[in-house]
């Protein structure tokens, strides 16, 4: 891709077709200044500048390649400045390799709807946060939740922010479009995210001059579940000079919707430019979801799932090993079954912890409130999820998708 | 040490006389099944089977050489048959280097007397816990914590539980006798830990034919802080067939007057036998006392202050750099004065954590309430507690003892 120096995209492999499955998935490389990403690929969430419960010696030992740090956790608390001041987000929290930021909208959607996850998954409540003050044309105010001010996040601010911040990908502000509007709603706001996409474009030519180093911008596919409102948002998303595009807003209210939205925004995406860009689904990280992303084109996936399990307690595990339970694809230690379990969490882990400890002493820790409940469980969920990226990569390369996806899902 | 296979105490080194000091302190290395202890060493406390915020392969990397575990916690939750059914502690918890256990005894005490760490330091309030059922010549009876049953530790129990969790060095259980308590009845509760310690000898002859691996047992000399009481209480545990002694109960009101205590117990001890047996200074681990408590002849200490300061924002710091204030051998990192302070916690420290990340990060995970700060302060105060003892041996070995440390609280 030209016009962002330091940073690549190129599709090593695309997926032979087999039957029932759209031949969209691929392998591929993504280049930034701070290394390579092997696509697909997950990108794990350090929201407010830490990988809740693993350093970064630990989530580079169990196969991070990536991971992601909020920006609007970090402009209320330390501050771009203080980022900036301390030499970037890599610099500070000791993280050398790729890293992307989200441009605040997300957050800010979740103050007025709800928690932006129960929003995707169309559960939310009708509660809306007094911490959002307004969205408008200019941009969105809201009050700190550090300190009760009032701040006011513009498209412009975000990138300027995210520069400070310096990650290797950024992305432009949107509103993240809620579940239960209407279509006029989401036109209105998708058009405000587009408008909003072209002041962040502009802003990011010019920031660029003084940046401590190159960034590649990434555009926000939204328009909803309304099929011509996507059409047009990926028209319009496609036609914009972006390093990489991602699909966010709302995905529809069953995993079947959500397959469907993702499906039609990814056709004119791939088609829009000669050369391939690489596409991000926003907070999505199943693992029936990410096979079906990929099936559908998607190459990298975040969800803060891996690091929130670990917090309840929770440990990924193949749904296909039989072992979960009402169709989870993970065991609560908690539960009085894994008091002898003298077993891994995960007899097919071979993470720091599985490898090292039984269910029946993360159950104990866990029970006993003890923190490196947290910590053990989290090393594993990492490991999980990358495990589950590199056998999506070796599926696509040995050209047994449909089988291996059985496999994790069905067993 | 006859008696204990695949255990060994050999004083490798003893002090140079230097003016104003004794010439007690001595090197050594303790052999255990699970490996060598170069002494003067520090036991680190992972009191229900874990080191808070630091993992078994981190505390190793750390340069930590023996961890202890907490027979009352342990006992209670997940439970002694529990632990041994996992293996020992050892399998449990996936640390196979040398362990320690205490006996119950000051949990038991601090039960009845408030917390065992504020009556060491004298500053214990009058609140007894309900919790505490009785004492008495049998044993101790309490309510557990976890399920509100009664139970009843005796001297033979704590053995028994103590062969269950597998520790290679266990305890006698004692009676730790308050600090506010008047001569006739630190008297008493002196008789009655020896009455018991015998009790404890017997069980560990007993035991040890079914047991799962050697272990090496360890007297507590009590006495309070009278004169005659700690000569007898030495006398007495001098003359058992201990592998090796730990000192224990009331060390007195002052840093002075824990000295003083210290002393009156080491020099008979270390006359009794004609050969060396390891010394064990219960619950004690500030800078200052591990020096003063080395030049007395102590082999090894414990305290839980190296994962509990962590898990309260504050890092080691060695008083002799003249960045601590009041007198403290800590740091708070919330304190607002490292919000911009882009160095390590420790310029002098070459811990993981000190070798990548700030002040100021560990300022901003501590005030966001990120549990990696826990883990970062952690894995700093375990590696400062070992460089101090590394200190310590390299002062004996190249004798300079006093300069050493008064470089290390002095500057």
């Known amino acids: 891709m030209t016009g962002y120096p330091g940073f690549a995209f190129e599709v090593t492999q695309t997926m032979t077709a087999e039957p029932g499955w759209p031949d969209a998935a691929r392998r591929g490389v993504i280049t930034t200044p701070h290394g390579l990403i092997e696509t697909p690929a997950f990108i794990f969430c350090a929201t407010r500048g830490a990988l809740r419960g693993v350093v970064p010696s630990q989530a580079r030992a169990e196969g991070t390649q990536i991971i992601l740090g909020n920006t609007y956790h970090l402009m209320l608390q330390p501050g771009a400045e203080r980022v900036a001041a301390l030499g970037g987000l890599h610099a500070m929290m000791g993280w050398d390799g790729p890293m992307l930021t989200d441009s605040g909208g997300f957050q800010i959607f979740s103050l007025g709807q709800g928690t932006?996850?129960?929003?995707?998954?169309?559960?939310?409540?009708?509660?809306?946060?007094?911490?959002?003050?307004?969205?408008?044309?200019?941009?969105?105010?809201?009050?700190?939740?550090?300190?009760?001010?009032?701040?006011?996040?513009?498209?412009?601010?975000?990138?300027?922010?995210?520069?400070?911040?310096?990650?290797?990908?950024?992305?432009?502000?949107?509103?993240?479009?809620?579940?239960?509007?209407?279509?006029?709603?989401?036109?209105?706001?998708?058009?405000?995210?587009?408008?909003?996409?072209?002041?962040?474009?502009?802003?990011?030519?010019?920031?660029?001059?003084?940046?401590?180093?190159?960034?590649?911008?990434?555009?926000?596919?939204?328009?909803?579940?309304?099929?011509?409102?996507?059409?047009?948002?990926?028209?319009?998303?496609?036609?914009?000079?972006?390093?990489?595009?991602?699909?966010?807003?709302?995905?529809?209210?069953?995993?079947?919707?959500?397959?469907?939205?993702?499906?039609?925004?990814?056709?004119?995406?791939?088609?829009?430019?000669?050369?391939?860009?690489?596409?991000?689904?926003?907070?999505?990280?199943?693992?029936?979801?990410?096979?079906?992303g990929v099936a559908k084109g998607i190459d990298t996936f975040d969800c803060v799932n891996p690091t929130r399990l670990a917090r309840h307690g929770s440990a990924y595990l193949r749904p296909g090993l039989g072992e979960t339970e009402n169709g989870r694809e993970y065991i609560n230690l908690k539960n009085a079954r894994f008091r002898e379990d003298d077993g891994p969490i995960d007899p097919e882990c071979d993470c720091a912890t599985c490898t090292s400890v039984s269910r029946a002493y993360v159950h104990h820790l866990v029970k006993a409130g003890e923190v490196n409940a947290i910590h053990l469980l989290a090393v594993h969920n990492v490991r999980f999820m990358n495990r589950l990226l590199e056998d999506v990569r070796a599926a696509l390369t040995d050209g047994n998708f449909a089988a291996a996806r059985d496999h994790w899902i069905h067993g």
């Not at 969105?140 to 990908?169: C, N």
């Open 116 to 292: 932006g996850a129960k929003e995707i998954k169309s559960s939310r409540t009708n509660a809306r946060d007094p911490s959002l003050l307004s969205i408008d044309e200019n941009g969105a105010s809201f009050r700190s939740y550090v300190d009760g001010s009032k701040v006011t996040l513009r498209p412009e601010d975000s990138i300027r922010i995210q520069r400070q911040i310096g990650a290797d990908i950024i992305l432009v502000l949107d509103e993240c479009t809620p579940y239960h509007v209407d279509r006029d709603y989401t036109a209105r706001s998708m058009e405000l995210t587009h408008r909003w996409a072209q002041r962040s474009i502009e802003e990011f030519g010019r920031a660029a001059e003084g940046s401590a180093g190159p960034q590649a911008l990434y555009g926000i596919v939204q328009g909803g579940v309304y099929d011509d409102l996507r059409r047009e948002s990926t028209d319009f998303t496609a036609a914009q000079p972006y390093f990489g595009y991602a699909v966010g807003g709302c995905l529809g209210g069953t995993a079947e919707e959500m397959d469907e939205v993702v499906a039609l925004a990814m056709a004119p995406l791939n088609a829009a430019t000669p050369e391939p860009r690489p596409i991000h689904l926003l907070g999505v990280g199943s693992v029936r979801d990410v096979w079906n």
